[in-house]
Nanobody
Framework: QVQLVESGGGLVQAGRSLRLSCAAS????????MGWFRQAPGTGREFVAA????????KYTDSVKGRFTISRDNAKNTVDLQMNNLEPEDTAVYYC??????????????????WGQGTQVTVSS
């Protein structure tokens, strides 16, 4: 079965960096778009970044552009999110997800059909 397992979350001070990683299994990873979403308490799941099957196309939400970088390693079936210059507003549970529709990158959570369990990121001011 499909499994997505996130790691790398934690507690950091504002301005510092974290690198999240998502390991995928049970699917032909290199065929699909992968995305990162986040959810803060009392809010809906928010798109953060996504990367197409080859890694040649990426998309980011405006609030993380220039600070976050998404990348993938199709040989290792992993997708990473490098987060620099973190802000308290980045505090959330971060989820990786796979979009198997083989279409353009979507920023909508409903387009992604498998999700990891999430990893907590807390940024203190």
């Amino acid at each position: 079965q499909v499994q997505l397992v996130e790691s790398g979350g934690g507690l950091v001070q504002a301005g510092r960096s974290l690198r999240l990683s998502c390991a995928a299994s049970g699917l032909p990873f290199s065929r699909y778009t992968m995305g990162w979403f986040r959810q803060a308490p009392g809010t809906g799941r928010e798109f953060v970044a996504a990367i197409n099957w080859s890694g040649g196309i990426t998309k980011y939400t405006d609030s993380v552009k220039g600070r976050f970088t998404i990348s993938r390693d199709n040989a290792k079936n992993t997708v990473d999110l490098q987060m620099n210059n973190l802000e308290p507003e980045d505090t959330a549970v971060y989820y990786c997800a796979v979009d198997r529709l083989l279409s353009a990158i979507s920023t909508m959570a409903r387009a992604y059909d498998y999700w990891g369990q999430g990893t907590q990121v807390t940024v203190s001011s």
